[in-house]
């Protein structure tokens, strides 16, 4: 992260997600931790990712995909700069998510799973954030922030991209 809070994902070669793997391999249960560290490290799961996976730790690549797509964290592409996540569980719905989620993808211009236009904000659903007090909840980036409103939501976005545009 820079100190404007945008992410700096690292390019990778087929060597450096190796390193990763080797690392990590050793750990018991390597599979989660290693595909943490590469995500933390590329900002997603290249495919590239998996076979070195599999082979490394005896498995097979189904198993590598499987494990994958089975944890909502894990992401299989590229992400904008900034990851937009909104609670949709239980509390925070009680408390207007729904309808900040609507807000959220309007404002943006995507659906869940989308990136902006300008490649700079990712939105993602999330299944509590353990912030329920306070919901809604979401997290930008590493970042949780409570009872959030449409307007809050758009002063965050108006900080974001002021910061982006200062570091250019
Ligand atoms: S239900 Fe949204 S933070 Fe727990």
Redesign the pocket.
């Known amino acids: 992260m820079t100190p404007s809070g945008k992410r700096q994902p690292q390019a990778w070669t087929h060597e450096s997600l190796q390193r990763e793997v080797d690392a990590l391999k050793d750990e018991p249960g390597a599979m989660l931790p290693i595909l943490h560290a590469i995500q933390d490290r590329c900002g997603y799961i290249p495919e590239a990712a998996v076979p070195i996976i599999a082979e490394t730790l005896r498995h097979t690549r189904a198993e590598v995909h499987g494990i994958i797509s089975f944890y909502h964290h894990f992401r299989s592409h590229p992400v904008g700069s900034h990851v937009v996540q909104v609670?949709r569980?239980?509390?925070?719905q009680s408390v207007g998510?729904r309808q900040l989620e609507a807000h959220v993808k309007q404002q943006l211009g995507v659906d869940y799973h989308q990136t902006s236009r300008d490649n700079e904000f990712t939105l993602e659903p999330v299944y509590?954030?353990?912030?329920?007090a306070c919901?809604p909840?979401i997290r930008v980036d590493d970042e949780i922030h409570g009872r959030v409103t449409a307007e809050k939501f758009d002063r965050l976005v108006d900080r974001l991209t002021t910061s982006i545009l200062e570091v250019q």
């Open positions: 609670c569980a239980e509390a925070c998510s509590c954030l353990g912030n329920c919901g909840s």
